[in-house]
């Protein structure tokens, strides 16, 4: 259960941050010259956990990933970025929003790929773990109360 509220609290990482940025290459192509849609996913996988690795350093690994809807192709050297930010703070689980770019390569036009939620969980010794718990000095200086 979270005990992150909207509006609730402040935390820097709210703010949508840059988690990775590629360049689609052709041996990622399906048969019709764009970018395989499971490329696309596991690349959201890890700006997921970039986004939960900012929270401490635990095993963070994916739990559940929201429906994701493919809006417009990739296609060979486009420029493809990963933005991220927490939608929620739970005890052991964050979930975190990724929405894809891509930056044409002729046109330099950027157009909405997809959107993603993911829920990562904080593990450690194979178990669940408390992130705001964890010896991890820097987290409680994150989260500040809203004045």
């Known amino acids: 259960?979270?005990?992150?509220?909207?509006?609730?609290?402040?935390?820097?990482?709210?703010?949508?941050?840059?988690?990775?940025?590629?360049?689609?290459?052709p041996n990622q192509t399906?048969?019709?010259?764009?970018?395989?849609?499971?490329?696309?996913?596991?690349?959201?996988?890890?700006?997921?956990?970039?986004?939960?690795?900012?929270?401490?350093d635990l095993d963070?690994?994916?739990?559940?990933?929201?429906?994701v809807e493919f809006h417009a192709p990739v296609h060979v050297g486009d420029i493809v970025t990963f933005m991220t930010h927490t939608t929620r703070l739970g005890r052991t689980s964050i979930d975190v929003q990724v929405e894809v770019e891509?930056?044409?390569?002729?046109?330099?036009?950027?157009?909405?790929?997809?959107?993603?939620?993911l829920t990562m969980v904080g593990m450690r010794d194979g178990k669940p773990s408390p992130f705001r718990e964890c010896p991890c000095a820097f987290v409680d200086k994150l989260i500040e109360p809203k004045e």
Do not use: C
């Open 60 to 67: 963070w690994v994916t739990a559940a990933v929201g429906k």
């Open 30 to 56: 399906n048969p019709y010259g764009t970018i395989f849609g499971g490329i696309i996913l596991s690349y959201i996988d890890q700006a997921g956990f970039v986004e939960a690795r900012r929270y401490g």
């Open 102 to 117: 891509a930056e044409r390569f002729k046109t330099h036009e950027v157009v909405h790929v997809t959107s993603a939620s």
């Open 1 to 25: 259960m979270s005990d992150y509220q909207p509006g609730s609290m402040k935390t820097p990482l709210d703010e949508k941050i840059m988690a990775m940025r590629i360049v689609a290459m």
